[in-house]
């Protein structure tokens, strides 16, 4: 299943879910146009590896390895889920706490990712973290939702509605199972799952404008 788009107005511009598209977009941008080995050499450097972090070095990629994506596809996929899911959450939080929860997922889907693969020397880079605690503040927000959503059969292709709660639902079994068998497909699943459950943790706290968003009835 692809998510294309969710029947959820809102009630602000969401200039800050723009804003982080923007920057992601150039950042990945910087990252190619010097060819692979500079490529390498900024996933490296500014990726978030846990063996560094251990010995007390590079806290700095706890924030750089969320606005870094390791190809085109990776983006792409990131950038939808943030455009389609981000801009409730930020009409839910407002603008500047957004960022604030926005980061603070971004960073416990990494500690929690440290903690699945100690003393690992592979960089890690990606917004999924992040962007997995707005899924997990959308889920608990608005989980009736309508999510059109891209349905594959082989070759044929069908366009259905889904409810956030069992499309959201679906992701993240799938990524538990996943964490759990310790398939290796270069995918943080932990981090995702981290980054879920800080986003239902938070949400509460940061969701301070949420009796003023049109399909919130809590």
Sequence with gaps: MFPLKDENPTSI????TWLLIGLNVVIFVWEIIGGTDRF???IMSY???PARIISGEAYYTFLTSMFLH???FHLGGNMLYLYIFGDNIEDICDHLPYLVFYLICGIIASLTHMLSAWGSNVPTVGASGAISGILGAYVLFFPKVKIRTAVT???LIRIVYVPAYALIGLWFVYQF???LLAVETGVAYWAHIGGFLAGIALARIYGRRKYYHPLYKG
């Design 40 to 42: 390498n050499t900024i």
């Design 13 to 16: 511009t969401p200039f800050m």
């Design 177 to 179: 199972a996943l964490a």
């Design 153 to 155: 059969f082989g070759w």
């Design 47 to 49: 990726g978030l590896t």
């Design 70 to 72: 390791g190809g085109i």
